[in-house]
């Protein structure tokens, strides 16, 4: 099993980025998805979250500026993240769930990609 997170950079405050997660031996709609992201120095924090049968869910911190989605033929997630803000700046990382519902904790987690750098800076 292989999560793998890209599509971060370096973007101007109030610009968008879209991350992809990609993933091989897991079907990702058999599971629950969602963003983690980890700044320096901070604890790791839930982003978003896509059941199994596809409500979303999303912190309240980016609620209204970031939509989780799956291409289930891709077998991949993305994460567009819109008006971004310096706030907004760590690494992201996708994780799947052996669930039914979404969970904001990170150890009902049970799959993890290799995370991609998000810098929000002018």
Known sequence: VQLQ???GGLVQPGGSLRLSCAASGLTLQHYAIGWFRQAPGEEREWVSCLSIDSNT???????GRFTISRDNAKNTLYLQMNSLKPEDT???SCAAARLDVC??????????GRGTQVTVSS
């Open 5 to 7: 997170a890209f599509g």
């Open 57 to 63: 869910f999303y912190a309240d911190s980016v609620k």
């Open 90 to 92: 760590a690494v992201y």
């Open 103 to 112: 969970r904001v904790d990170f150890s009902d987690y049970d799959y993890w």
